[in-house]
Nanobody
Framework: QLQVVESGGGLVQPGGSLRLSCTASGFTLDLYSIAWFRQAPGKEREGVSCISAMGTSTNYVDSVKGRFTISRDNAKNTVYLEMNSLKPEDTGVYYC????????????????????WGQGTLVTVSS
């Protein structure tokens, strides 16, 4: 079965840190650009960060720049999202999504172009 699975969510206090992981099974992740999306309660899903297939390109939504870092270890078939200085507005369900690519280009956070989605992991930032 071809899928991506997120892990690492949980409850953290404001200012704290979490590291999310996105692991692929059934396919080779190095052929895919990966994006993280999140959906806060009552809000639309938004792109948070992305990384190209070989890791040469990354991008972040303005609200997380300087606080979140995306990285990947293709040998482990895993992409990470390191989240620091977390704020209550970072609360939401975080989804990992994979987009098949054939050349190494800038990554994108276009949800309707994603080929695989994970089930999501809940991040709650609260005191």
């Amino acid at each position: 079965q071809l899928q991506v699975v997120e892990s690492g969510g949980g409850l953290v206090q404001p200012g704290g840190s979490l590291r999310l992981s996105c692991t692929a099974s059934g396919f080779t992740l190095d052929l895919y650009s990966i994006a993280w999306f999140r959906q806060a309660p009552g809000k639309e899903r938004e792109g948070v960060s992305c990384i190209s297939a070989m890791g040469t390109s990354t991008n972040y939504v303005d609200s997380v720049k300087g606080r979140f870092t995306i990285s990947r270890d293709n040998a482990k078939n895993t992409v990470y999202l390191e989240m620091n200085s977390l704020k209550p507005e970072d609360t939401g369900v975080y989804y990992c999504a994979a987009e098949r690519v054939w050349v190494e280009l800038m990554c994108r956070m276009v949800d309707h172009d994603m080929n695989y989605w994970g089930q999501g992991t809940l991040v709650t930032v609260s005191s």
